[in-house]
């Protein structure tokens, strides 16, 4: 027994031993700096920086980034000119979820609008398209027409507006034409309608035919709305404590797709599918 408990004590004695010397040991080594793998991470440090210090002179110097944004005040009538011009005579155009190149847009305006004066055509970015006219009844005609389709995809239009930015532009908002059936003869003033349009979405313009007044079976307007949403069936006029309840009826509202969210075409027809 006494030489078990003996023998059961060296390795005590031995750990302790042992323990001291390791300690000794280590303090030396990180006194000496020769703990093991610090030379080969200092080596590969030094060789990190040298690898850095090589690609910023292969990019030179780094740019500062400047403090002020310059500004550019561009008060030149030539561009008020521009602007009035093509908020008279242009529109802007896609067909949903297709992008034709601008010889098929050619023929396809020529043979589906026949336009009596010539139309200059600027082809942009996510298959928008802007078409100028030379003549105002030519656009009035074609913006007030419709539906448009280049085979079975859906023509979106809109009348042309400053700083109309492609990537930006959505199609949850598309204009719409509204007839308002049986529309007393006192709210076919433009201020009443254009309250209504706003009421309903963004008033865009008139027809011609409600302008004129002959034909008062119903008015007619373009909307810019929201289609992502339900469409109200009616509204409610009031004036002077009487109040109306007017239907309203929407004229070609452009197919959805459920799968890319895009107008004028259905799932079956979606072209992620092509």
Same mark, same amino acid.
């Given at each position: 027994?006494?030489?078990?408990?003996?023998?059961?004590?060296?390795?005590?004695?031995?750990?302790?031993?042992?323990?001291?010397?390791?300690?000794?040991?280590?303090?030396?080594?990180?006194?000496?700096?020769?703990?093991?793998?610090?030379?080969?991470?200092?080596?590969?440090?030094?060789?990190?920086?040298?690898?850095?210090?090589?690609?910023? $002179?292969?990019?030179?110097?780094?740019?500062? $980034?400047?403090?002020?944004?310059?500004?550019?005040?561009?008060?030149?009538?030539?561009?008020?000119?521009?602007?009035?011009?093509?908020?008279?005579?242009?529109?802007?155009?896609? /067909?949903?979820?297709?992008?034709?190149?601008? $010889?098929?847009?050619?023929?396809?305006?020529?043979?589906?609008?026949?336009?009596?004066?010539?139309?200059?055509?600027?082809?942009?970015?996510?298959? /928008?398209?802007?078409?100028? +006219?030379?003549?105002?009844?030519?656009?009035?005609?074609?913006?007030?027409?419709?539906?448009?389709?280049?085979?079975?995809?859906?023509?979106?239009?809109?009348?042309?507006?400053?700083?109309?930015?492609?990537?930006?532009?959505? /199609?949850?908002?598309?204009?719409?034409?509204?007839?308002?059936?049986?529309?007393?003869?006192?709210?076919? $003033?433009?201020?009443?309608?254009?309250?209504?349009?706003?009421?309903?979405? @963004? +008033?865009?313009?008139?027809?011609?035919?409600?302008?004129?007044?002959?034909?008062?079976? /119903?008015? @007619?307007?373009?909307?810019?709305?929201?289609?992502?949403?339900?469409?109200?069936?009616?509204?409610?006029?009031?004036?002077?404590?009487?109040?109306?309840?007017?239907?309203?009826?929407?004229?070609?509202?452009? +197919?959805?797709?459920? @799968?890319?969210?895009?107008?004028?075409?259905?799932?079956?027809?979606?072209?992620?599918?092509?």
């Amino acid at each position: 027994m006494e030489a078990m408990a003996s023998r059961g004590k060296k390795p005590l004695e031995s750990t302790k031993g042992t323990s001291g010397r390791g300690k000794e040991t280590m303090e030396e080594e990180i006194i000496g700096g020769n703990i093991e793998g610090t030379n080969d991470t200092k080596d590969k440090e030094g060789e990190d920086k040298k690898q850095d210090t090589k690609e910023k $002179k292969q990019r030179g110097p780094c740019k500062p $980034k400047a403090k002020i944004t310059p500004r550019v005040v561009l008060n030149d009538p030539a561009l008020q000119a521009y602007r009035d011009h093509m908020q008279t005579y242009a529109i802007i155009c896609k /067909f949903m979820a297709l992008w034709p190149t601008e $010889k098929a847009l050619q023929n396809w305006i020529k043979y589906h609008w026949k336009p009596k004066g010539s139309i200059d055509l600027h082809l942009g970015s996510k298959g /928008f398209f802007t078409v100028v +006219f030379m003549n105002i009844e030519d656009k009035d005609k074609f913006f007030e027409g419709g539906p448009y389709f280049f085979a079975t995809v859906g023509l979106y239009m809109r009348p042309w507006i400053m700083n109309f930015v492609l990537e930006r532009e959505t /199609f949850t908002s598309v204009p719409v034409w509204v007839s308002l059936y049986s529309l007393p003869l006192d709210y076919w $003033k433009n201020e009443s309608l254009m309250a209504i349009g706003n009421k309903l979405g @963004r +008033f865009v313009k008139i027809s011609k035919a409600t302008r004129r007044g002959k034909y008062i079976s /119903f008015a @007619r307007i373009c909307v810019e709305m929201d289609l992502s949403g339900a469409l109200p069936d009616e509204v409610i006029l009031e004036a002077f404590d009487e109040e109306r309840v007017q239907t309203v009826d929407y004229e070609h509202i452009p +197919f959805r797709c459920h @799968r890319c969210h895009e107008h004028g075409h259905l799932f079956r027809g979606c072209p992620q599918d092509q």
